[in-house]
C-alpha cells in the first residue's frame, strides 16, 4: 500500500526524502493528484508539503519580495507585498483556475509542473524571478529562465525542493500587465497569454520594458528584440505593430484541441497591440 506523509518540518521532511527517493512531492497536489487519478503516472508514495510552515508565506524585504513556495494562491492574494508591488503576478493569480484551486493550489506546484500554461509563468519572467532550491545539503538559486526546461523540465535535483521565489521589486511607476485568452471566461487553459512591464518617462517615452508569453512554446517566450524596438520611442500602435511583427516570428505555438499554431500567433500580436490602452489608462 501506498504511503501518504505529512511533514511538520524541513527535518522531518529530509528524513522522509532519505528514505523514500522515489516518493512524489506536493503541496496542493491539484495536477499530482489529478494526473495519478487519471491513471497517467502510476501511484507513488506521496509527501505533502503543506504542513511545514516554512514553506508559507510572504516576506517583504523593502526592495525585494520572497514568496515561499507551499503558499496557497489565495493567501497571494491577500498579500499587499503581492498586490502593491508585483500586480502583473497578482492579475494572473486572479484569474487562475476556480477559487477551490486557488485555495488548494500554491505557487511552488505551479512552478514545478512547469507547463507553457502555467499562468504564474509568463510573469515571473518578466520580473526576473530567482527560484530558491533546497534540500539537506543547503540551497541554491536560479533564474526561473534557467531553471524550467521544458514541459513538465527542471533542473531540480533528487533530494531538493523547491522553497522560494525571490522577486525584485519593479519601479513604482511602472505598468505591469497581465491578459491570457482562453475558450471560456473562467476555469480555462490558456491558449496564449502576456505578461508585460513598461516604464515610460513623463513625455511617454519607453525607458524600459519586459515582455513575455505562455502557452506559445516548450516554456516562456521572451523576446528582446520586440523589447528593444520599444525602448527609446514613444509607446504608440505604428511601434507596437512592429514588435508584434517581430513576436511572432519568435513564437513557436503548436496546434492542438483547443486552438490553432496560426490562432495562437495573431493572438500573441493582438495582446501586445493592447499596451497601447493602457498608456491612455495611465496617462
Known amino acids: 500500500m501506498k504511503q501518504v506523509l505529512l511533514p511538520r518540518s524541513l527535518n522531518d521532511l529530509w528524513a522522509m526524502m532519505r528514505d523514500l527517493p522515489d516518493a512524489a512531492l506536493y503541496a496542493g497536489g491539484t495536477d499530482l493528484l489529478v494526473k495519478i487519478r487519471s491513471g497517467s503516472i502510476p501511484p507513488k508514495d506521496l509527501i505533502c508539503l ?53 485555495n488548494m ?3 511552488g506546484g505551479n512552478i514545478c509542473t512547469a507547463s507553457p500554461a502555467g499562468d504564474t509563468l509568463a510573469p515571473l519572467y518578466v520580473l526576473n524571478a530567482r527560484v530558491e532550491l533546497a534540500s539537506e545539503a543547503g540551497v541554491r538559486s536560479l533564474p526561473i529562465s534557467q531553471f524550467i526546461q521544458g514541459p513538465g523540465q527542471t533542473l531540480l535535483e533528487t533530494g531538493e525542493i523547491l522553497s522560494a521565489i525571490h522577486v525584485e521589486k519593479p519601479h513604482p511607476e511602472a505598468i505591469q ?15 496564449a497569454s502576456m505578461a508585460a ?32 524596438r520599444l ?53
Request: net charge positive; proline share 4%.
Open 50 to 102: 503543506e504542513r511545514i510552515e516554512a514553506l508559507k508565506g510572504v516576506v517583504d524585504h523593502g526592495d525585494r519580495v520572497a514568496i515561499r513556495a507551499a503558499t496557497p494562491f489565495s493567501q497571494l492574494l491577500q498579500e499587499p507585498a503581492i498586490t502593491s508591488h508585483l500586480p502583473v503576478l497578482a492579475k494572473a493569480i486572479a484569474c487562475l483556475g476556480s477559487p477551490l484551486i486557488r
Open 105 to 107: 493550489g500554491t505557487i
Open 177 to 191: 500587465h497581465f491578459e491570457k485568452v482562453g475558450r471560456r471566461n473562467a476555469l480555462a487553459c490558456s491558449l
Open 197 to 228: 512591464i513598461l516604464r515610460l518617462s513623463d513625455g511617454g517615452i519607453v525607458m524600459a520594458a519586459s515582455l513575455a508569453w505562455g502557452s506559445v512554446g516548450p516554456t516562456v517566450i521572451t523576446c528582446t528584440e520586440a523589447a528593444e
Open 231 to 283: 525602448i527609446g520611442l514613444p509607446l504608440s500602435m505604428d511601434r507596437l505593430t512592429e514588435a508584434a511583427a517581430i513576436v511572432q516570428k519568435a513564437v513557436c505555438p503548436i496546434t492542438d484541441i483547443r486552438a490553432t499554431a496560426d490562432y495562437r500567433r495573431a493572438i500573441v500580436g493582438n495582446l501586445l497591440l493592447r499596451l497601447c490602452d493602457l498608456k491612455m489608462e495611465n496617462s
